[in-house]
């Protein structure tokens, strides 16, 4: 079930709290607020935008929600990939989790990299000793395994996965780089970034494959907190 945004006021839901699930019941939202609002009546003005004739004063013709509900759907739809794309919101929960685990991938990456090269010296993968020295060798082997099998030129670390990032920020060895600003941006020790990245995955998880099912509101929270801490780490 994925879930619709107002493209007026940015609402999820109706009056009743319950959730905005399909175009149809977002138009209809926008017109009962259009018929409604007081002033600014936002929803009024944007539905005009789309028809000058939509105006709740006039008998004739009379404009009930069902009528300007079907007047704006067109509308409606149009709106959802721009707004995901504006605000960084997803329209479906599971569509939101997708794009977090493709930043968090972005910042461990980033994150990974920037540590060990403070610790063994500047330089891409085949140049430094960062890659040999700061990365375990089974991550090392299934990472440049991964790679070759994509025929690509990009570095190894390119086809690295939360878990496979853990394994290197938590090694004996790269723990102590990595520790500070883990624990300045609210991890409290090892054992809770373990836990968070953890459940940050099998949600990840929860969006692909045999076991598919919708995150939960509470796992798309989860997941958004883990990536902001990840972004204050990354600073
Ligand atoms: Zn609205």
């Known amino acids: 079930m994925s879930t619709w945004i107002c493209p007026v006021c940015q609402s999820s839901s109706k009056s009743d ?13 926008i017109a009962s607020k259009a018929l409604t609002e007081p002033y600014p009546r936002r929803h009024l003005i944007w539905s005009q935008k789309i028809n000058p004739d939509i105006d709740p004063r006039r008998k004739n013709p009379h404009w ?24 960084g919101t997803s329209r479906s929960p599971k569509a939101a989790v997708g794009q977090l685990r493709t930043e968090a991938e972005s910042l461990l990456k980033n994150f990974v990299v920037n540590g060990l090269q403070r610790r063994f010296g500047p330089g891409n993968w085949a140049e430094s000793i960062w890659w040999t020295d700061g990365v375990p060798t089974n991550v090392r082997a299934d990472l440049v395994r991964r790679r070759e099998l994509a025929k690509s030129m990009e570095s190894p670390l390119a086809w690295g996965h939360p878990v496979e990032f853990l394994e290197i920020i938590t090694s004996s060895l790269a723990w102590p780089i990595f520790e500070p600003p883990l624990k300045g941006a609210g991890f ?33 929270q989860f997941a958004r907190d883990f990536v902001d801490m990840l972004n204050t780490a990354s600073k």
């Not at 953890?198 to 509470?218: D, M």
């Open 17 to 29: 709290g319950s959730p905005l699930t399909s175009p149809w019941s977002c138009a209809l939202h």
């Open 64 to 87: 009930k929600n069902n009528k300007i509900a079907t007047e704006i759907l067109q509308a409606v739809n149009d709106s959802q990939p721009k707004q995901a794309a504006a605000s």
């Open 188 to 220: 409290r020790d090892q054992r809770a970034f373990r836990d968070q990245l953890v459940k940050f995955n099998e949600i990840g998880n929860l969006t692909h494959g045999a076991r598919e099912k919708e995150p939960s509101t509470e796992d798309v």
